[in-house]
């Protein structure tokens, strides 16, 4: 497993932007697919985005794409979730999350983060 820090959540106007990073510890991050999760207050976790381990091939939710790129550095232990044109209902906790495979099922995933909590006002 890894242990993951997320950091850059924050408050940010509507059509705002913010980057999200989270930075993991451990020398078996680059083995590792990663995701971003969101949960807002009384609704489910729900998955935002997801990378490869070579941060290649990528997946997002239809109420993200086009809006939020992730990406990652296996130099730096570091996955990031560049959020652009945000709404309201983009506010959430966001959580990043390690998994063996290329996954968006959230039950899937073994390390999770604390979260970071971003809200979008309008």
Sequence with gaps: QVQLVESG?????????LRLSCAASGRTF?????????????????FVAA????????YYADSVKGRFTISRDNAKNTVYLEMNSLKPEDTAVYY??????????????????????VTVSS
């Design 9 to 17: 959540g924050g408050l940010v106007q509507a059509g705002g932007s």
């Design 30 to 46: 680059s083995r590792y697919a990663m995701g971003w999760f969101r949960q807002a207050p009384g609704k489910e976790r729900e």
């Design 51 to 58: 990378i490869s381990w070579s941060g290649g091939p990528s």
């Design 96 to 117: 990043c999350a390690a998994a063996r495979r290329l996954i968006t099922t959230p039950t899937m995933y073994d390390s999770w983060g604390q979260g970071t909590q």
